[in-house]
């Protein structure tokens, strides 16, 4: 599992709680990373990274060194300009695929390249489905699908024919109805993933 944008660490905190909670419930390891340039947010570049909202150096990290000093072991930090990161297939564990991705990084532009990056990902470093969340999908700012997160993941639907990124329609489900927060949600569908080609039954449907 992963944080893009990791800011004063609480979000950050929390999924390596939850990872390492999990991980005693199920016996399944779970590897947790957290990216961020440690610096805030780079300068805008035009409309799509709404510069009316965002400015450079909003959301710098806070006190880095005590947040490394406790995930120590438990998280792996990578800093650095997102957008600057050729591949993940080198950060990721191998034998670990991702599962679970946070997207916080605001801007259009690096929303755009954290996708990409996941995107350009070969099946065997991913899940089938891998969950998304989104902070920048809807709030009191009147975001639109022509700018921020939401035209990233609409040019990501766009240019990748096996990838495709759509609102998670499972969680209304298993919450038993919609509350507010689930429009965050979302799922990159692998539809090359070899694990696809396999039932997920055994009887068939009748």
């Known amino acids: 599992v992963a944080e893009f944008g990791v800011a004063n660490g609480r979000g950050l905190r929390k999924m390596t709680n939850l990872a ?10 779970i590897s947790v990373f957290g990216f961020d340039s440690a610096v805030g947010l780079p300068a805008p570049t035009d409309y799509r990274d ?8 909003d959301y710098p990290m806070q006190d880095f060194n005590r ?6 072991g438990r998280a792996k930090l990578v800093i650095g300009d997102i957008r600057a990161i050729k591949s993940l297939d080198q950060v990721f564990d191998g034998g670990r695929p991702l599962a679970f991705a946070s997207v916080d990084v605001d801007l259009y532009s690096s929303a755009k390249a954290v996708l990409k990056l996941i995107a350009d990902l070969d099946f065997a470093f991913m899940l ?3 969950g998304l969340h989104f902070d920048d999908v809807w709030s009191k700012w009147g975001l639109n699908r022509f700018a921020g997160e939401l035209l990233a993941i609409e ?23 919609f ?4 429009a ?4 990159l569908h692998v539809f090359d993933h070899s694990s ?3 039932p997920l039954r055994t009887n068939k449907a009748v």
């Open 196 to 198: 696809l080609f396999k």
């Open 155 to 177: 040019e990501i639907n766009e240019g990748y024919e096996f990838r495709k990124i759509d609102r998670d329609r499972y969680v209304d489900y298993w919450h038993g109805g």
């Open 128 to 130: 089938p489905t891998v």
């Open 179 to 182: 509350f507010p927060w689930h």
């Open 50 to 57: 709404h510069p009316e909202i965002f400015q450079e150096g």
């Open 20 to 29: 390492e909670r999990l991980s005693k419930q199920s016996g399944v390891a």
């Open 67 to 72: 947040l490394q000093q406790e995930l120590d």
């Open 184 to 187: 965050c949600m979302h799922t």
